[in-house]
């Protein structure tokens, strides 16, 4: 399945047809072959779950550009990525007269992003949010 550029469920999808191969394997009476398998399944679906939560928790430094209403503050944007623990490694601010715009160089945990540009995009004085 697709949402939003990304695959999402491609593990649940890969777990279903295992469950199914390891019916078939007990259906034809080769119980232990099936039990290995499931054992192997189980050992690989708890790795990855632990590689992914690690993963997320990983900081990872990303540009963004942040486009605002005229005369935006630049600490009230700070204040708002702050909160998602994401901090500014540095800063450039352009001036127009229809936006401001902030390009970024952050600092935080992977999984903050996606959160703080819901939460930025949700403002009214924000206009547009892209991280790279």
């Given at each position: 399945?697709?949402?939003?550029?990304?695959?999402?469920?491609?593990?649940?999808?890969?777990?279903?047809?295992?469950?199914?191969?390891?019916?078939?394997?007990?259906?034809?009476?080769?119980?232990?072959?099936?039990?290995?398998?499931?054992?192997?399944?189980?050992?690989?679906?708890?790795?990855?779950?632990?590689?992914?939560?690690?993963?997320?928790?990983?900081?990872?430094?990303?540009?963004?550009?942040?486009?605002?209403?005229?005369?935006?503050?630049?600490?009230?944007?700070?204040?708002?990525?702050?909160?998602?623990?994401?901090?500014?490694?540095?800063?450039?601010?352009?001036?127009?007269?229809?936006?401001?715009?902030?390009?970024?160089?952050?600092?935080g945990?992977?999984?903050q992003?996606?959160?703080?540009?819901?939460?930025?995009?949700?403002?009214?004085?924000i206009?547009?949010?892209?991280?790279?």
């Open positions: 399945m697709q949402a939003k550029g990304t695959i999402m469920g491609l593990t649940s999808a890969a777990t279903i047809w295992v469950v199914c191969a390891i019916g078939i394997t007990v259906g034809a009476g080769a119980y232990f072959e099936a039990a290995g398998a499931g054992l192997l399944v189980m050992v690989v679906l708890y790795g990855l779950g632990t590689l992914e939560h690690r993963l997320r928790r990983a900081r990872r430094v990303m540009s963004g550009t942040i486009r605002a209403r005229p005369g935006y503050p630049y600490e009230e944007l700070e204040e708002h990525l702050g909160v998602s623990g994401i901090s500014v490694q540095s800063r450039r601010v352009f001036d127009h007269p229809e936006d401001r715009v902030f390009e970024l160089k952050l600092s945990p992977a999984r992003y996606d959160i703080a540009t819901e939460k930025l995009l949700s403002l009214p004085d206009y547009g949010v892209h991280l790279d």
